[in-house]
């Protein structure tokens, strides 16, 4: 195992990254903002309206500059004169780049400390900035209107969005890739069970290997424990049918008729519940193909099966139907709801019904049904309703759970129903494929 | 005529001899061998009509058996599993096998499988044995694995009798089949429908066999029997 940093270690590198990103893009906002260039005719004309302001304030007397200064505040630029020098402009992205245009036109104002600022307390960007008279007073002047192409409220609210955007993008992407491993265990979780149990890989933080790692185990001691169950089960299996065989061939020497027929009774159903138990517990052993199949004639042919063992089943379904099944698993489910429908009704109707992407195999009888409470548990193994269904049925109720686990395994659905009209209804819904 | 002679192959000392006590009682010379290397000895032994055969035995599996059985011989050969699972039923049959038996099985049955398999003409076996595929009209039967699939290639299940009475349609196609031979062809498998007349099988093989505004190409000639209508392709 590669050394890893553990979840802690990989949220606070997002973060340090998210902080890093965040510093950059700032840093490069002001960056822009010094950098900010006007239109050449807006350089010049404040260069020119600064220019001509500040020989008129220094021409007139100091009481004279409140007034002068306010004739020359036009509609596009305020101007304001103050004795003092001026507080430090508050935190405020200064224009370079405007001011060098600017002093392109009047180099003067180089001389007369002028400063530039970006003023953005409203929605309207304006500059604002102040020039020193020769006698060491200050004018103060601010743009009114909003400068042409200086759309900086927008750029910048675009420029803290997309690093926002970016990072949480970015982030987003390195919490996902981090927790990919947990979402792989999560899927395998869910298979377990279900056929062939696959291996996580183990990768991610050092948690979560450590989490993978104790689930493959997990899964491969599942894995054996089913494995050896199930053998151990099909090797008694096998060893009961062999004993089995002998007593039915005895049987057929006993003399006495009633005595004969009783143990034949009851070697059928020894066979019967060996054979449910089997189904029950085998089902996993060998995965069945699917394949494309009628399955109006597999239906119909359930049905003159039972009919020629004297029971009355009829199929009243469509004449062909193909879909891709197990057939033998199908055939076993099927069996085992018709002959519970023949064991409880008289009369036994096969249907088949179909959607654009479902199957529905329905068996329906005429018999007094089950209580609406037990509809859910006599699904479950080793469930018998013997106080509502009559007492005389053998084997060990694993008939609807064989039924239930095979529909489950293809990702389909078994339902139950009493009949509105009285009887009984099971429903395999298969999805088509 | 001499009674045919079976070879037993069964690991279980009782069960062997309660079957091969059942077979004799019923005219069959029985020869049992509890395994693999008992088997070949009575192979050798003398001629040998059919094989009854375990699938569990001990040492080799009975499906491996069965393969070199039937590299070195046509005998016909009948497997009894205890596992009961359609993949055995299969595979025994791909493998050459004639039929297949379930334990627990009962004298009747037993009795009934074996005399079907020998009735089996030699010809149809060995066809069954291999590739075996008969076509017409679309359909595909496949004799070794009693198997139907329908012209777009989905499988059909048919009941052992169905299957029998379409073989024997299919092996005599463009000639009418008197009903007493149909009835004879078709009973060659026991315990499926076997006291079912002829009519209902031929009305239910239409059934499945009837494809969307195309009938099955089964024809009834009134007061003689029934006629497979379309010309068979074998392969």
């Not at chain 1, 990989?10 to 010094?34: D, H, P, W």
């Not at chain 1, 009949?419 to 819904?429: D, H, L, Y």
């Not at chain 2, 006291?195 to 009837?210: E, N, P, Q, T, Y």
């Amino acid at each position: 195992m590669r050394p890893s940093i553990g979840v802690i270690g990989r949220i606070l590198a997002v973060l340090l990254i998210a902080i890093l990103v965040e510093f950059g893009v700032s840093t490069f906002l002001y960056e822009r903002a010094s950098r900010f260039s006007v239109q050449e005719d807006e350089a010049r004309r404040l260069a020119e309206h600064l220019s001509i302001s500040r020989k008129l304030l220094a021409a007139n007397a100091p009481p004279r500059r409140a007034q002068v200064a306010a004739s020359l505040t036009t509609d596009r630029y305020a101007v304001r004169w103050d004795d003092d020098r001026p507080t430090p402009p508050r935190v405020a992205p200064s224009l370079d780049e405007m001011r060098h245009q600017v002093l392109v036109w009047e180099p003067t104002l180089a001389t007369a400390h002028m400063s530039l600022r970006l003023n953005s307390p409203g929605r309207n960007q304006t500059v604002a900035g102040e020039v020193s008279l020769p006698d060491g007073s200050w004018m103060h002047f601010r743009t009114l209107q909003p400068i042409a192409g200086l759309n900086l409220l927008g750029e910048r609210l675009l420029l803290a969005l997309i690093p926002a955007a970016a990072l949480m993008v970015l982030a987003g992407t390195l919490v996902r890739r981090q927790l990919q491993p947990l979402r792989r265990l999560a899927q395998s979780a869910d298979r377990v069970g279900r056929g062939s149990g696959e291996h996580v890989p183990e990768e991610g933080p050092g948690e979560v290997r450590r989490v993978v790692g104790a689930f493959n185990r997990m899964q491969d001691r599942i894995h054996r424990l089913i494995e050896d169950r199930t053998q151990a089960l099909a090797a008694v299996g096998h060893d009961f049918r062999t004993p089995l065989a002998r007593l039915r061939l005895r049987a057929e020497r006993v003399e006495d008729r009633p005595t004969r027929e009783a143990i034949q009774g009851d070697v059928a159903e020894m066979e019967a519940m060996v054979a449910s138990l089997m189904a029950y517990l085998g089902g996993s052993e060998e995965p069945e193909a699917l394949v494309a199949t009628d399955v109006a004639a597999t239906l119909m042919t359930l049905a003159d099966d039972a009919e020629d063992h004297g029971l009355d089943v009829r199929y009243v379904g469509p004449d062909h139907l193909p879909a891709r099944v197990r057939p033998t698993a199908l055939k076993r489910a099927l069996g085992n709801l018709i002959g519970n429908a023949a064991r409880y009704g008289r009369h036994v109707t096969l249907d088949l019904e179909q959607t654009a992407d479902t199957v529905t195999f329905v068996v329906e009888d005429d018999g007094p049904g089950i209580p609406p409470d037990q509809l859910e548990r006599v699904k479950q193994p080793f469930v018998r309703l013997d106080d509502a269904r009559g007492r005389d049925v053998g084997g060990f109720g694993l008939g609807l759970a064989i039924v239930q686990r095979t529909v489950e395994a293809e990702g389909g659905g078994l339902t139950l129903s009493n009949r509105s009209e009285g009887g009984f209804r099971a429903a395999i819904t298969l999805p088509r494929r | 005529m001499t009674a045919p002679t079976i070879l037993l192959v069964e690991d279980d000392p009782a069960l062997r001899t309660l079957t091969a006590r059942a077979l004799q009682e019923n005219g069959f010379l029985v020869r049992p061998a509890a395994a693999a290397p008992e088997m070949w000895q009575a192979m050798e032994a003398g001629p040998v009509d059919l094989v009854l055969m375990d699938v569990m035995l001990p040492g080799t599996s009975g499906i491996d058996l069965c393969r070199s059985l039937r590299a070195k011989s046509d005998v016909p050969i009948i497997f009894v599993s205890a596992k009961g699972s359609e993949t055995d039923r299969v595979v025994g049959l791909e493998l050459g096998a004639d039929d297949y038996i379930a334990k627990p099985f009962g004298t009747r049955e037993l009795v009934a499988r074996v005399r079907a398999v020998l009735r089996r003409p030699a010809m149809e076996r060995r066809e069954g044995s291999e590739q075996g595929l008969v076509r017409f009209d679309g359909w595909t039967m496949n004799l070794g694995r009693r198997e139907l699939a329908s012209p777009d290639g989905a499988a059909v299940e048919l009941t052992g009798a169905e299957f029998d009475l379409l073989s024997a349609l299919a092996d005599h196609s463009g000639r009418v089949i008197a009903r007493e031979r149909l009835i004879e062809l078709s009973r060659t498998r026991l315990g499926d429908s076997s006291d079912r007349s002829v009519d209902v099988l031929i009305s239910r093989l239409r059934r499945k066999l009837s494809s969307a505004g195309h009938d099955a190409p089964i024809v009834t000639v009134r007061g003689v029997g029934y006629m497979l209508n379309a010309p068979v392709e074998r392969s």
